[in-house]
């Protein structure tokens, strides 16, 4: 039977293996170029967006049975950017871990992350449905769903961050499409439709930081 997950995997999965293709073509200097992220290098920015097998492991022993306190990747985003949260809070550790993991793992076992663990994790999980609920450590409650909807814009987020740096072609049109949807839906939408057909003055973006 076909995971439910199949569209959020699907390019998921692609926009990993778009990382791992990337990665693969990348020369000792590219890795060291910075990025328009301050202080991160092309290789921090790898370190950071990887896939790490600690993301599959622990899913199906954390399944809860009720309703989640987080049910879509737009309120999961809502609680990590809301004043005080922990986009806010934990920038400076999620920063240096990210450094940290660069100075660890070499290129080629953060390629693998995104072309072999990564896409490993996937299958493994993939009978678990979208709204399976979950036991999170940092937000309570969250949906199977929702952690790919946020996984798939972090992925496509950072692949720009990536291109901004060394260049390429863009993410796949469905990647783009997925994660300018879920941006647009984590801010108010009066507020976002106002601004957006130019009837309101109020200050909408950034959604998430």
Do not use: C, K
Request: hydrophobic content about 50%.
């Amino acid at each position: 039977m076909r995971s439910q997950n199949d569209p959020v995997r699907a390019l998921l999965a692609e926009a990993w293996s778009s990382w791992a293709e990337r990665g693969a073509a990348l020369d000792a200097a590219d890795w060291e170029r910075p990025t328009r992220l301050p202080g991160w290098t092309v290789r921090d920015l790898y370190a950071h967006a990887a896939p790490v097998p600690e993301m599959f492991t622990g899913l199906r022993a954390a399944v809860l049975v009720g309703p989640a306190e987080l049910a879509t990747g737009a309120a999961v985003l809502r609680a990590y950017n809301r004043p005080g949260g922990l986009a806010h809070t934990a920038a400076g550790e999620i920063a240096e871990t990210a450094r940290r993991t660069a100075e660890e793992a070499g290129p080629a076992e953060l390629i693998a992350r995104f072309g072999v663990e990564g896409p490993a994790g996937l299958a493994a999980t993939g009978d678990l449905a979208p709204g399976t609920v979950v036991a999170h450590p940092l937000l309570g409650s969250v949906t199977v769903g929702a952690l790919g909807e946020v996984a798939l814009m972090e992925a496509t987020v950072h692949l720009l961050d990536l291109i901004a740096a060394v260049g390429g072609p863009p993410p796949a049109d469905g990647a783009l499409r997925a994660t300018s949807a879920l941006l647009a839906e984590v801010a108010d939408p009066v507020a976002f439709i106002e601004a957006a057909t130019g009837r309101g003055a109020a200050t909408v973006l950034p959604v998430i930081r």
